[in-house]
């Protein structure tokens, strides 16, 4: 069985976290299994390095920019981070740590809760705002 749902539970490598359908609209996210407190490491988010002069010219949405010479290309299905969407209210936030992008909770995250982070102004507007933004925030940008 070569289902979606089959492949997506192929990437669970950290027992911390579920990958499941998410809020209507915005396809999967991702869960804790267990509470997170504030400070603690979530994921980094991985992927191939390319000059971002080539990722501005693909149609992926799992694009990280790092800076003005390169972007994580993050589609590859390991990257369980691409699965954290976009939050207003987010309870995650990225850090670079030279070009690494690591994830870290800005909140305590109960068991059961979806992860977030500001995907940022640039992304929400080309990606998000068409469309309206789907996240369970009381405010949206």
């Not at 950290?14 to 999967?28: E, W």
Request: with cysteine; charged share 30%; aromatic share 10%.
């Amino acid at each position: 069985m070569t289902s979606r749902k089959a492949s997506v539970k192929k990437t669970q490598a950290d027992p911390r976290f579920v990958v499941r359908k998410a809020a209507s609209g915005s396809g999967h996210g991702l869960f804790a299994t267990v509470p997170i407190k504030k400070g603690d490491f979530i994921l980094e988010y991985t992927g191939k390095k390319i000059p971002t002069d080539v990722a501005d010219a693909l149609t992926t949405r799992y694009l990280f920019h790092i800076n003005d010479t390169w972007t994580i290309d993050g589609s590859p299905r390991s990257n369980v981070a691409r699965y954290i969407n976009h939050g207003c209210d987010p309870n995650c936030e990225v850090e670079m740590d030279g070009e690494r992008l690591m994830i870290y909770a800005i909140k305590n995250i109960a068991k059961g809760e979806e992860l977030s982070f500001d995907y940022g102004a640039e992304y929400y507007d080309e990606f998000i705002k068409p469309g309206g933004c789907k996240c369970m925030a009381k405010t949206h940008r």
